[in-house]
């Protein structure tokens, strides 16, 4: 934990509750001067805003010591301890070794028991971790006498651990008949407990303290909830405040039917006499497992620059059966606030979960399981887990849990994909045994909503080379892109033999999912089966380019879930190394216990007989983990090696400000005000501007002719979507997430300037004389032209189903509607903006053997419109050509000028059959896609109705879709 001991001697925190000079000259000159008054100006946030740059925040880590695993280290800004998981099972201090906690016990007849005498091993796991609070559940803690008897109970200890103190809980859970007298808390803290009830098996006594840094919290008159399901109320055993929300629905109710709501609570908070760093704590009061990302907004609204901490626990489980077998649910979002005296707030807490504006929500949340994960989401479809003490043991797996966006289907029941894990990262065989690397800490700079940005830090087993792991994730459409940018720091010399089998840099194991794997392809290579009869290695140190190129394994025909695929866009190491890929396919060495004859392993090694490395060596690894969704083909690797590695994003030119980055796109503003053209990438991609004076109203355009578009983020209100967040240098920054493309586009951001919105294009549903509603309006009357929804699609007689739309319209003034058939559903979902409409289509089979439907067809229709008996156009391989009647095959999209041609209106989707050209009406024909029982089909597309020609809307078109 050396870098985590680093940050701590920097002396920062408290500095007796005092920020130093310079630091707060530097943020004088970055603050807003917000509104008048002492609530919501600049003074009130100062010192808020100067722990929130991740290079002042306060320590707080929890880790193994070492690869042993039998003691853990609490790194705290103020208070570095030990916990000790062998005899004599203590809390202790690190650097002192004075002993903070251990726990006695005397029963009826006189007989001590004590923590100290328990043979037994203890073990850890972590229900809540982050950057503000760690819940550490020290588990296993027994009562034995000096004469080797063991009371019938088993502890849970739990340490409720913040930067500047720690609380802890101790509860005794009854394995057997015992009648205790009393108990003794000895430490940093002398307790004595009487009155205990006599235990049996099953029965559960707790009891709470305070152990360090605690102090009297403000009394409940302090509070006021203004929107919310609870007051206001201090949690006296954990040490937060806490304000309550309803969570209702699940994940398919979030992704299908709400996907822009926002779990609310507002509150009101007039500190006393005593500057004050409290903890606000926004809970699901009804046990909701299922949020994903947190925001908290100023009293106007405005995206405040905290850092959220999501803490959640997925019910049903039961990792942890005996001591907590109902396996609790849980949602919360923890953040700080520093109070000077009298100083008052009034804030609004959001829970998110699908959507944050007008976009996905990508979070880094901890999740409570088998031992503490972390979570990340793309809305609230899971994607990545990473597990920091590693699923599996030390020899185990990086990341637990990895989904493919791009996998064709859902499961029916929720929004969620099937699992590809088992990566993870340096490990290698020193000629006697494998060393594998230990978890030494994370840094968190953004935990969401527009994206995650975070660093793991490794050390390996033996101490010889220090791993730092740079992620990043944005809330991408169409793929799971994990970014990672990993360095290797050699400390000790180190010599292996046969490195392109023992020396693993990045690592993709089967085991975990039992995925069968049966082909392996890499750039420059072909295809190669993997032949059982080559075991262990069907594929040795195949040779790879040390920059733009991928290696994937692939043809998992037993499970076909889909495949992984290593894409690097850069490989830098000492004496011109270069890259190989090597396939271990079945058990060797006993690098996994678990792997069997069928297991692979897809390792990044180095392309060298004997490696010889030397203190101050550096391997640098830059790309990204991509699980795919196909199963016998690398087509989404070689594009991602296109767009994400040869065409990374990149900026072109900067014209006001300064470059800093290309990938991620990050450009230091002057005055509040940056200007710059970046080209490549796909789908969404983070652009961030930091330098920046003020945190309200960060806004981006984008240039489209002779004018600026502004690529507004927001849904339900002007504000939301956007993410400001504390820079390391003090100031602020902003992260906007823009449509990639290929072509250069020229970027203008400003912040602190209020920019008012256009109005949204309004959405009407249309009766017929039927009373049917299949169609629905968009625009004002004058310019209003109509879409026409899917006829059922079902090659069946329909004379007893309900075939017309039941129409629902929800945040954001979305419309949407859910049909449901004997054999199948659909439904979809249109959000309006400004120049375009967000288009949702999904469907699903309820039989088991049926799964057949024609194609489904989007309508314009046009009577009436100023596009009437207009010239059609049809994209197609990116260029327009006239649509003169139905056209087979993949369209992007169609287009029709209006007869004055200063409008355009299209329609374009990411799969489609064909294009329809018909009297009066044109449109897109979908792909109808087998859907197997279980699962659910989802597309999204676009209707773009904008003040511009095809030229403009082709930009549009080609970087908005997939």
């Not at 031992?371 to 793309?378: A, G, K, L, P």
């Not at 288009?839 to 053997?849: A, I, K, M, T, V």
Request: with cysteine.
């Amino acid at each position: 934990m050396n870098q985590m001991n680093r940050k701590m001697k920097k002396g920062i925190y408290y500095m007796k509750r005092m920020v130093s000079t310079v630091g707060m000259a530097g943020l004088l000159a970055c603050t807003s001067s917000g509104r008048n008054g002492t609530d919501e100006g600049a003074d009130a946030w100062r010192e808020d805003f100067f722990y929130q740059s991740p290079a002042n925040r306060p320590a707080l880590e929890v880790a193994y010591t070492d690869s042993s695993r039998t003691a853990f280290e609490i790194g705290a800004q103020e208070y570095q301890l030990i916990g000790q998981l062998r005899s004599p099972h203590r809390l202790v201090d690190k650097n002192t070794a004075a002993p903070w906690l251990w726990l006695e016990m005397e029963d009826g007849d006189g007989v001590r028991y004590a923590t100290d005498n328990n043979p037994e091993p203890a073990r850890i796991n972590l229900y809540r971790r982050g950057p503000y609070y760690c819940e550490i559940h020290w588990l296993d803690v027994r009562l034995t006498s000096e004469t080797g008897r063991t009371a019938p109970l088993k502890g849970d200890v739990t340490l409720y651990c913040y930067p500047e103190k720690i609380l802890a809980d101790v509860a005794w859970h009854g394995v057997g008949d015992f009648a205790p007298r009393t108990m003794e808390v000895n430490g940093k803290v002398s307790l004595r407990y009487d009155g205990f009830q006599p235990f049996e098996k099953g029965t559960v006594q707790h009891f709470s303290f305070p152990l360090y840094g605690e102090t009297e919290p403000l009394p409940p008159d302090a509070f006021r909830l203004l929107t919310g399901v609870n007051p206001v109320r201090y949690d006296r055993q954990r040490g937060c405040y806490m304000i309550g929300t309803h969570t209702g629905g699940g994940f398919q109710q979030k992704f299908y039917d709400a996907p822009n709501y926002y779990e609310t609570a507002t509150f009101r908070v007039a500190n006393d006499r005593q500057k004050r760093r409290i903890y606000i704590c926004q809970e699901s009061s009804d046990g909701g497992d299922i949020t994903e990302g947190g925001m908290v907004l100023d009293e106007d609204g405005h995206p405040l620059p905290l850092t959220v901490q999501v803490s959640k626990n997925f019910a049903g489980e039961k990792e942890e059966a005996f001591y907590n077998p109902t396996d609790i649910p849980f949602s919360e979002t923890i953040f700080p606030l520093c109070l000077e005296p009298g100083e008052s707030h009034t804030l609004t807490s959001l829970h998110l979960f699908q959507n944050w504006g007008r976009h996905m929500t990508k979070h880094w949340s901890s999740l409570g399981a088998w031992m503490d994960y972390f979570h990340s989401s793309t809305g609230v479809t899971e994607t990545t887990c990473y597990v920091p003490f590693k699923f599996g043991g030390l020899g185990g797996v990086s990341i637990a849990d990895f989904r493919a966006m791009s996998q064709t289907c859902f499961w029916n029941g929720q929004p969620q994909h099937d699992n590809l894990a088992g990566h993870s990262f340096l490990s290698y065989f020193d000629g006697k045994e494998w060393i594998h690397t230990v978890y030494q800490g994370t840094d968190y700079r953004s935990t969401g909503p527009n994206w995650y940005d975070i660093s793991l830090r490794y050390l390996s087993a033996d101490g010889k080379v220090q791993l730092t792991a740079h992620l990043f994730e944005t809330p991408q459409s169409d793929e799971l892109r994990s970014f990672f940018d990993v360095t290797c720091e050699v400390l000790q010399p180190l010599v292996i033999d046969d490195a392109r089998v023992h020396f693993r840099l990045l690592n993709v194991a089967s085991v975990i999912q039992a995925l069968r794997f049966t082909r392996f392809a890499a750039t420059g290579t072909e295809e190669i089966r993997l032949d059982p009869a080559q075991k262990p290695f069907p594929v040795r140190g195949v040779g790879l380019p040390a920059e733009n190129c991928f290696l994937a394994l692939y043809g998992d025909s037993t499970n076909e879930r889909g495949s992984n695929a290593i894409v690097i866009r850069k490989f830098t190491a000492p004496s011109a190394l270069k890259p190989a890929a090597t396939v271990q396919l079945g058990a060797y060495r006993g690098v996994f216990d678990g792997d069997a004859e069928a297991d692979t392993r897809m390792c990044l090694v180095p392309d060298a007989d004997r490696l010889e490395l030397k203190a101050g060596d550096r391997i640098r690894i830059e790309g990204c983990w991509l699980p795919y969704g196909a199963t016998f083909d690398t087509k989404s690797a070689e594009n991602t090696v296109r767009t994400d590695a040869e065409n990374a994003p990149h900026l072109t030119e900067v014209g006001v400000g300064e470059k800093v980055s290309d990938l991620p796109v990050r450009v230091k503003a002057c005055d509040n005000e940056a200007r710059f053209t970046v080209a490549g990438g796909k789908n969404l991609i983070p652009v961030i501007v930091t330098g920046l004076t003020e945190w309200r109203y960060p806004r981006i355009w984008l240039r489209e002719g002779d004018r600026w578009r502004l690529l507004s983020h927001s849904r339900n209100s002007a504000l939301d979507g956007y993410q400001v967040f504390c820079d390391e240098d003090g100031a602020f920054g902003s992260v906007f997430l823009v449509p990639a493309s290929l072509h250069p586009q020229e970027l203008r951001v400003t912040a602190g300037r209020e920019t008012p919105l256009p109005e949204k294009l309004p959405l009407t549903v249309v009766q017929d004389a039927a009373g049917r509603s299949s169609v629905i309006q968009i625009g004002s009357s004058s310019s209003a032209v109509r879409l026409q929804m899917p006829a059922p699609t079902l090659p069946v007689a329909l004379d007893d189903e309900p075939v017309d739309f039941t129409w629902s319209r929800s945040e954001g003034e979305s419309l949407w509607f859910t049909r449901r058939f004997t054999e199948w559903r659909c439904g979809g979902r249109l959000s309006p903006n400004e120049e375009e409409i967000d288009l949702e289509y999904w469907w699903d089979n309820l039989l088991p053997g049926w799964n057949e439907h024609a194609d489904p067809e989007f309508l314009l229709l046009l009577a009436g419109s100023p596009f009437e008996n207009q010239p059609l156009l049809a994209l197609v391989d990116g260029e327009w050509q006239p649509l003169t009647a139905d056209l087979q095959g993949a369209v992007q999209a169609v287009a029709v000028q209006s007869a004055r041609q200063d409008r355009t209106l299209a329609l374009a989707f990411s799969n489609t059959s064909g294009a329809v050209g018909r009297d009066g009406s044109f449109g897109l024909r979908l792909r109808a896609v087998d859907v197997p029982l279980h699962k659910r089909y989802h597309v999204r597309g676009k209707l773009y109705l904008l003040d511009a020609g095809p030229d403009v809307l082709k930009q549009r078109i080609l970087s908005e879709t997939d």
